[in-house]
């Protein structure tokens, strides 16, 4: 790469011919100089002269060579590292010669203080002819930067050094004129010049420990972000007279509660389900011996969950009330899929929660299998309230097969209603429905078996959802959208990016950031329902289609978000945390499955800082270790970065879980992004 220089003379000009130094050189090295002791004269004529030795540094990235006065490199903007080391360590002398070396580092001369290296310098005498001489300089005066030296050693006869005084000043000019090769008799000038060295030098010095104390508290978790973000008037939630509101609903609950059932018979009765396909799942369910699995297809569709008989991932289905358009999450019951179950749900703005009201289903949901256990009744409650969920209805199933007892749904009303408000669900936000999703009674009408309605006049599931109360869209913040799975579009057959738009707003044409690879995308289509829309804003579900970027870039967990207000990406995170029911207590260093918005990742607590009362306030002393029931602030360590956010700036991408042998061991917010170099 060829040499920069600020400003200097032209070298290809005829004036400055470097074949006369190469002469003086030549003939310098014919004579026998080895033996020959400098003059007295010529002595006292270093100590009244500047000389001038014009340094160039090289980058340790780009090799770009770069003047001595440069602080960082002017090709790559990278700092002069071991300059601003030797400024942080100890004043730069500017008495004695400054060391000049060509090592970049990887020298083995460097390992040793006491290792001189001769190199040269030009000097006049006072006659006005320029010669060489060797200087020696050791290498614990020049521990400042990787320097070029000026010229090149010779290959002929081993000359001895001679040694200059070390109180030679040495001037350091970005400009490389024929004057400052002229001597200046002038006393007071050369005392002024050296004066003037002196205070450039410890000003450099001075200034070079003020950039490495900046550059070492410079905080890498954090992005630079503008001042405020500002929406569009495009973003803005249009008045249109008609239009539904959407509503995301997770279906959670026990496993064989009847969640994708109900889901399948609302779909039915509300003719999302051809009858052509209803025919043929109560055929082919009557074929395998699961004739009670025919609306249950509806929503397991893989032949792997057909043929265990348990919904596996979360199933997406949609219809359409009075008043919304609702987004229905089928989620998995069963305990080795409750990672899945995270992963979709997170998107929920409300819940069913469907229980099963025969006697001994109710009671492992509750206290798991032989009472050792927490049920996944109880767990998909305190998963789906550390989601932001408020409001609930608490679909009673299977009410047909306790004769549609009204004592046994008192029952179940004490006994789950107690944990439900444990978990800080209000009583005005829990809504109470009993109901029979195979004969279809209280579904989308009132019941009309006998049993039934001789005690009940409350009502239906399909009016419980449309007294759910919408929570409030935030479209004036930055576009924020995590990527909950990577499907193929129905429309143009390519890979899209699915999920739940938490803030902002999108539209066709947009540049969207997609992290964690950092690439710049545009969008292409945008799908909501299954089908095309044009602008889609927070709270919808959609799948976007992506151009600019390789479709294996796009990945689940992943984040679209505005390119100039990245979401940041962290393997270092402070969290509050809440401990559920646990038996064995966390220690420090306790290995846990990490689980935020659509990540999943492997992770370890590294400091329990404190505890927690109930009013928030912390402990003066970190406990040794954290049991049931108590609250605490800890720092964890991730194996892999992912995307996340404080909880105070975005609640989507704060709210965490922690997992440990097959159960969700505590809930929390994260507090502080602590950043990837940190431990």
């Known amino acids: 790469m060829p040499r ?22 030549d003939d310098y090295e014919e004579t026998e100089h080895v033996d020959v002791k400098a003059p007295v004269k010529e002595k006292e004529s270093l100590k009244k002269s500047s000389n001038v030795v014009p340094v160039l540094w090289k980058c340790s990235m780009c090799t770009f060579d770069n003047h001595e006065t440069m602080i960082y490199c002017e090709m790559c903007g990278v700092f002069r590292e071991s300059f601003v080391k030797s400024a942080k360590d100890a004043p730069i002398k500017v008495e004695s010669v400054n060391g000049i070396s060509n090592n970049y580092g990887t020298s083995a001369l460097s390992n040793s203080d006491s290792t001189k290296t001769p190199v040269k310098t030009l000097t006049t005498n006072f006659d006005g002819d320029s010669e060489r001489k060797y200087a020696s300089t050791s290498r614990d005066k020049v521990n400042s930067a990787p320097l070029a030296s000026v010229g090149s050693s010779g290959t002929g006869k081993k000359k001895q050094p001679i040694k200059l005084p070390e109180d030679v000043p040495v001037e350091r000019t970005t400009q490389l004129i024929p004057d400052h090769f002229q001597l200046k008799e002038d006393q007071s000038s050369r005392a002024s010049s050296s004066a003037q060295n002196k205070d450039y030098m410890q000003t450099l010095s001075s200034d070079i420990g003020q950039l490495s104390t900046e550059r070492n508290n410079v905080n890498v978790a954090q992005p630079y972000l503008p001042e405020e973000y500002k929406p569009e008037e495009w973003m803005l939630a249009d008045q249109e007279s008609g239009a539904l509101s959407q509503l995301n609903l997770a279906i959670v609950g026990h496993v064989d509660s009847g969640k994708s059932t109900l889901s399948g018979r609302l ?45 596996m991932t979360v199933a997406v289905a949609y219809l359409e009330t009075k008043k919304y358009r609702v987004v229905l999450l089928d989620s998995p019951g069963h305990k080795d899929f409750v990672p899945n179950m995270i992963s979709g749900a997170t998107q929920a703005d409300a819940a ?50 306790i004769g549609y007892s009204k004592e046994r749904l008192e029952f179940i009303k004490v006994q789950l209603g107690s944990f439900l408000r444990a978990c800080n669900f209000r009583d005005s936000a829990i809504t109470w429905i009993p109901l029979s999703a195979v004969e279809n009674q209280n579904l989308t009408k009132p019941p009309s078996d006998a049993r039934f309605t001789s005690w009940y006049q409350g009502l239906c599931l399909l009016d419980a959802i449309d007294s759910l109360q919408l929570p409030s869209r935030d479209v004036s913040k930055a576009l924020i959208l995590p990527i909950c799975d990577v499907i193929k579009s129905q429309s143009t057959g390519q890979l899209a990016a699915f999920g739940k738009l938490e803030t902002g707003a999108i539209r066709n044409g947009s540049k969207v950031l997609v992290l964690p690879c950092g690439e710049v995308a545009t969008v292409k289509t945008i799908e909501r329902d299954s089908r095309s829309c044009s602008i889609a804003r927070a709270g919808d579900n959609v799948a976007i289609c992506l151009q600019g970027v390789d479709g294996n870039r796009i990945i689940p967990g992943g984040i679209l978000c505005h390119p100039g207000f990245p979401v940041p990406v962290a393997n270092y995170l402070e969290l509050k945390i809440r401990v559920l029911d646990i038996t064995i207590p966390i220690l420090l260093g306790h290995q846990v499955e990490f689980h935020i918005h659509h990540v999943k990742e492997a992770a370890r607590i590294t400091k329990i800082l404190a505890l927690l009362d109930k009013t928030g306030k912390p402990s003066k002393t970190p406990p040794r270790f954290l049991k049931s029931k108590q609250s605490a602030v800890v720092q964890v360590m991730l194996d892999g970065a992912i995307c996340v956010e404080e909880f105070s700036k975005c609640r989507a991408l704060g709210r965490a879980f922690l997992r440990a042998s097959g159960s969700t061991i505590a809930v929390g917010i994260v507090t502080k992004i602590m950043g990837q170099d940190q431990y």
């Open 4 to 25: 920069k220089v600020v400003s200097g003379p032209d070298y290809d000009d005829d004036e400055y011919d470097y074949e006369d130094y190469e002469d003086d050189y």
């Open 267 to 311: 779909l039915h009765l509300l003719g999302k389900i051809s009858k052509r396909d209803m025919h043929k799942n109560e055929k082919e369910a009557k074929e395998k011996g699961k004739g009670s699995f025919a609306y249950a297809w509806a929503m397991d569709e893989s032949s792997e969950e057909r043929e265990r008989g348990v919904t």
């Open 352 to 401: 069913i929660l469907v229980v099963d009201a025969s006697t001994g289903s109710f009671e492992a949901g509750m206290d798991g299998e032989g009472g050792k256990n927490v049920g996944q009744t109880k767990e998909h409650a305190q998963l789906i309230r550390s989601f932001g969920v408020e409001q609930l209805i608490v679909a009673v199933n299977k009410m047909d097969v």
